[in-house]
């Protein structure tokens, strides 16, 4: 899809539109707003020779955003993430949900502190309450709070971390407060609407896009005072499936210290690209017992596998504390050799 990502949002509408035809798209640009209509409209008149191949990415593009929306509307973001992992493997799963994020958060509070610059906005927040910089961050993509979060100093990042995770969900009126006063601030306009943030998994993404020492000395705090919610961060900061993140020489470090019949159960059910990767990564010998003893095994229960996915994130976990494996966080230098 290397085409599609270069077009704007209006070029894209703008081919899907003509993709599908006058009839379908009329009904649809009679339902949009004036102001994008006039835009989608200039886009379709300026938009010549499209090639059949870009044509088949928008509309896959397309259809896999709304089937992520689909999902969302049914069961939440992680039953669309769990859903989206298995169809298409964690990556593509992560840049659908993302994008379908971001339209979707356009509208709600904090929609301009997204849009804001980084540094512009932690000049702004970084002198607020620890509560009022927590609430803020949880409204924001994991990778802008991150960087937020990262630049605060140690005492004042492992309060707010702690106020992150530790929230359930904040009233209307205390996100309407704080809307008011970062509003006058940033001299914007910033939505209204209220949803339920906050909580272990907004850390657990905050810290995913977060630099290794970060990561580290937030949990190393959070450990001595919050011990049991430390621990419930670390399972959650990398799953069974983000094997495929590590580079060859940490998976097969990693092989080396597991189980066979563990890896046999933690293999059932998954995905392809995590299969892929992990047969790849062992001798060819190893990759038909391991093929046998799966089919060899029949159904299992559930539990059993997320078990032995859970010992084996346990032994990645280990390696890489250890610093014999390296898992590459999102503000990670990069490696020289």
Do not use: W
């Amino acid at each position: 899809m290397a085409q599609v990502k270069k077009l704007t949002g209006y070029q894209k509408t703008a081919i899907l539109l003509i993709a599908l035809g006058p009839d379908v798209s009329s009904n649809i640009i009679k339902r949009l707003p004036e102001h994008v209509i006039e835009k989608v409209s200039y886009e379709i008149a300026n938009t010549t020779g499209v090639t059949s191949e870009l044509r088949k990415e928008v509309l896959s593009e397309f259809q896999e955003m709304s089937l992520a929306q689909d999902y969302i509307t049914e069961g939440g973001l992680d039953y669309a993430k769990n859903l989206l992992t298995k169809a298409l493997g964690p990556q593509k799963a992560k840049e659908i949900i993302s994008a379908v994020s971001e339209i979707t958060q356009q509208n709600k509070p904090f929609s301009m502190a997204r849009k804001a610059d980084p540094q512009h906005l932690f000049n702004t927040i970084s002198k607020e309450h620890p509560q009022t910089i927590a609430l803020i961050l949880c409204y924001l993509q994991p990778d802008k709070a991150a960087t937020i979060l990262s630049g605060l100093p140690k005492e004042l990042q492992q309060d707010v971390a702690y106020r992150i995770a530790t929230m359930s969900g904040t009233s209307p009126q205390v996100v309407k407060q704080v809307e008011s006063v970062l509003e006058r601030k940033l001299s914007t306009v910033i939505g209204r609407d209220f949803t339920e943030i906050g909580g272990v998994h907004s850390l657990v993404e905050i810290l995913n896009s977060a630099d290794r020492s970060t990561e580290k000395t937030i949990l190393d705090d959070l450990e001595k005072e919050q011990p049991e919610l430390a621990e419930q961060i670390r399972e959650g900061l990398f799953v069974f499936e983000d094997i495929v993140l590590l580079d060859s020489a940490s998976i097969q470090r990693v092989m080396r210290e597991v189980d066979n019949a563990d890896l046999a159960l933690a293999m059932k059910g998954t995905t392809d690209e995590v299969a892929e990767v992990i047969y790849s990564n062992l001798s060819k010998r190893a990759a038909e017992t391991l093929r046998e003893d799966i089919d060899f095994m029949g159904p299992v229960k559930l539990v059993q596998v997320e078990e032995a996915q859970k010992k084996i994130v346990g032994i990645i976990r280990m390696l890489d504390e250890a610093g014999e494996i390296v898992i590459v966080r999102g503000g990670d230098d990069i490696l020289v050799v």
